[in-house]
């Protein structure tokens, strides 16, 4: 399974929910590869902000070599489902979609834990560490969720 997390600068929420995912998925022996870009192209390879390396830093989760990349058209084809972390980032991705198939592989990634409401992920960019603290909660319980429901569809 291939998995990409989208946000807006791909170097906050969607680094983070990368990290998470990767270390559940091993953590539960799953076999998926994760990634993380952005729909702008405002931080192109940068490191995740020192805040969001810093919180994952407190789980045992060292996300410091990713590197922020812009989402392209490409992406739809390179991986099985894509979760972003906003109403925005859902409209900016599925913009790009070239076919039904394109569009139904993205989906919020709060519908994990609550489907159908399309809640988002609020960026903490601009706010202090217990923003990124808060936004780490919310990731860690989605992608858990993410991975409960690859293990039922693996058996």
């Known amino acids: ?11 906050c929420r969607s680094p983070l929910a990368e990290g998470i995912m990767k270390d ?15 729909t702008a192209a405002y931080h192109v390879g940068e490191p995740p ?8 830093k407190k789980h045992n ?9 812009q989402f392209e058209v490409r992406d739809f084809d390179a991986f099985d489902r894509i979760y972003v972390m906003d109403k925005n980032n859902y409209e900016d991705v599925i913009a790009l979609a070239t076919s039904t198939e394109d ?8 519908n994990a834990v609550n489907p159908g409401e399309n809640r988002s992920v ?15 909660s919310m990731l860690e319980e989605s992608c858990s969720a993410i991975v409960e429901n690859l293990k039922k569809e693996t058996t």
């Open 24 to 38: 559940k998925a091993e953590k539960s022996g799953l076999e998926v590869v994760a990634d993380s870009a952005g």
């Open 103 to 110: 569009v139904e592989k993205v989906d919020l990634i709060l």
């Open 49 to 56: 902000d020192q805040r969001s390396m810093e919180v994952a």
């Open 122 to 136: 609020p960026d903490p960019y601009y706010g202090g560490k217990d923003g990124f603290d808060k936004v780490y």
């Open 1 to 11: 399974m291939r998995i990409l997390m989208v946000c807006l600068g791909n170097i």
């Open 61 to 69: 989760i060292d996300i410091s070599n990713q590197r922020a990349r």
